[in-house]
């Protein structure tokens, strides 16, 4: 069985800093593609951060330049250092990620974390 679990939120002030992290742990392949999804009370869960198994990363403008994704392979953790919070930036944050299970090659499935909630406030 894969599990997600998310780890690093809290109560910040609008400037602050807090670093995510997301552990996958289970019987598996391989990760794939990695992903950091928010969702905050009354609004659509969206897309924060994603990285590539190749290592090529994307970010949605709300966070370019102030929130970093990055990967441990080793030992298949994924990171978010979020810097200059902001209020806005209230949401529970989710880590998703395709993950290879079964034998021989494998199957690719897709799996999301209970979340870790995230608060920006003075």
């Known amino acids: 069985q894969v599990e997600l679990r998310e780890s690093g939120g809290g109560l910040v002030q609008p400037g602050g800093s807090l670093r995510l992290s997301c552990t996958v742990s289970?019987?598996?392949?391989?990760?794939?593609?990695m992903i950091w999804y928010r969702k905050a009370p009354g609004q659509e869960r969206e897309l924060v951060a994603a990285l590539r198994s190749d290592g090529s990363t994307l970010y949605e403008d709300p966070v370019k330049g102030r929130f970093t994704i990055s990967r441990d392979f080793a030992k298949r953790n994924l990171f978010l250092e979020m810097n200059d919070l902001k209020v806005e930036d209230t949401a529970r944050y989710f880590c998703n990620a395709d993950v290879r299970v079964g034998k021989g090659w494998g199957t690719w499935n897709n799996y999301w974390g209970l979340g870790t909630q995230v608060t920006v406030s003075s």
């Open positions: 289970g019987t598996l392949l391989g990760v794939g593609s």
